[in-house]
């Protein structure tokens, strides 16, 4: 399946007492560049996190955002510190006996003295904290997934049909080049009627000179290989997975072949069809880019 290197996906649950939030979003990169922002209770979990983004995801630019709240958040206790208010207590009422200055201790005052309360965490399971954090990115990863396949498929369909027109715009420069070289031998052997008027015409130096001109003009080993890549188009969208680097090359080998077509195409009409080739080669590398 074609998938899109944009999205978007979000997931929240609470697992063992705790809220987690998960956020993917992403555009397009030549290769993928993770960036996760977490919680510092969760900074541990940095490097997991990309890897499960990485087995997901192989090209883009991904930003992950995690946030966590906790349900026991009460488990936590604070306790105030005694010995050490006790001291900046008798430390501020000597200060204020030595030097003569207004006593003004109060609770907002002593609170901000270092070490004053003392606060205990219960100790926390990295390891089941990482497994929730993860259960809860996985469901992120596949709502962003959705959201890939999604634009992906609109994007294969996309393709699909500008495939279609232009193997049949190669069918009309074909078609067209055959009619060239009979053109150009009609027009040539007026010429040498008017130019030699009642001599005779050697109809083999006709022939010599058209078929030089058609050796000039013929396309049909460039419209073979262009036939070709479109082939392998079709095959890379059929098969799907992260085809869009390889897509990427192969439009540039349909590029060339459309350029060497142009330059030889001398009739004006199919000089246009060709422009329109290129177009429909240009519109499909603008969507290629979209492509992972």
Same mark, same amino acid.
């Given at each position: 399946?074609?998938?899109?290197?944009?999205?978007?996906?979000?997931?929240?649950?609470?697992?063992?007492?705790?809220?987690?939030?998960?956020?993917?979003? =992403?555009?397009?990169?030549?290769?993928?560049?993770?960036?996760?922002?977490?919680?510092?209770?969760?900074?541990?979990?940095?490097?997991?996190?990309?890897?499960?983004v990485k087995g997901s995801i192989s090209r883009g630019k991904v930003d992950v955002f995690i946030s966590l709240r906790s349900e026991g958040a009460q488990d936590v206790k604070i306790t105030l510190n005694t010995p050490m208010v006790e001291g900046y207590l008798s430390a501020m009422r000597q200060?204020?006996?030595?030097?003569?200055?207004?006593?003004?201790?109060?609770?907002?005052?002593?609170?901000?003295?270092?070490?004053?309360?003392?606060?205990?965490?219960?100790?926390?399971?990295?390891?089941?904290?990482?497994?929730?954090?993860?259960?809860?990115?996985?469901?992120?990863?596949?709502?962003?997934?959705?959201?890939?396949?999604?634009?992906?498929?609109?994007?294969?369909?996309?393709?699909?049909?500008?495939?279609?027109?232009?193997?049949?715009?190669?069918?009309?420069?074909?078609?067209?080049?055959?009619?060239?070289?009979?053109?150009?031998?009609?027009?040539?052997?007026?010429?040498?009627?008017?130019?030699?008027?009642?001599?005779?015409?050697?109809?083999?130096?006709?022939?010599?000179e058209a078929a030089i001109f058609a050796d000039k003009v013929a396309v049909d080993e460039e419209t073979v290989r262009l036939r070709s890549h479109l082939d392998q188009m079709n095959n890379m969208l059929t098969t799907g997975g992260a085809i869009g680097r390889k897509l990427d090359f192969l439009?540039?080998?349909?590029?060339?072949?459309?350029?060497?077509?142009? =330059?030889?195409?001398?009739?004006?009409?199919?000089?246009?069809?060709?422009?329109?080739?290129?177009?429909?080669?240009?519109?499909?590398?603008?969507?290629?880019?979209?492509?992972?």
């Amino acid at each position: 399946m074609v998938k899109s290197m944009t999205g978007y996906g979000r997931a929240v649950e609470t697992v063992n007492g705790r809220e987690f939030t998960v956020e993917l979003r =992403s555009v397009n990169n030549r290769y993928l560049d993770c960036t996760v922002k977490l919680p510092r209770a969760l900074s541990f979990a940095e490097d997991a996190v990309k890897q499960a983004v990485k087995g997901s995801i192989s090209r883009g630019k991904v930003d992950v955002f995690i946030s966590l709240r906790s349900e026991g958040a009460q488990d936590v206790k604070i306790t105030l510190n005694t010995p050490m208010v006790e001291g900046y207590l008798s430390a501020m009422r000597q200060m204020a006996k030595d030097y003569g200055v207004r006593e003004d201790i109060s609770v907002s005052l002593l609170s901000r003295m270092p070490d004053v309360f003392t606060v205990d965490k219960p100790e926390v399971d990295e390891e089941q904290l990482l497994a929730d954090l993860l259960s809860v990115v996985n469901q992120a990863l596949e709502r962003y997934d959705a959201m890939r396949c999604a634009e992906g498929k609109a994007l294969e369909n996309d393709l699909r049909s500008r495939r279609q027109t232009i193997l049949s715009l190669v069918e009309q420069v074909e078609a067209g080049s055959g009619q060239t070289v009979a053109d150009y031998r009609t027009r040539l052997e007026n010429k040498l009627k008017e130019v030699l008027a009642n001599t005779a015409i050697d109809e083999s130096r006709i022939l010599t000179e058209a078929a030089i001109f058609a050796d000039k003009v013929a396309v049909d080993e460039e419209t073979v290989r262009l036939r070709s890549h479109l082939d392998q188009m079709n095959n890379m969208l059929t098969t799907g997975g992260a085809i869009g680097r390889k897509l990427d090359f192969l439009l540039q080998e349909m590029n060339r072949e459309s350029n060497t077509i142009g =330059s030889k195409c001398s009739d004006v009409r199919l000089a246009r069809i060709v422009v329109d080739i290129k177009a429909e080669l240009e519109k499909i590398r603008e969507q290629t880019q979209n492509i992972e």
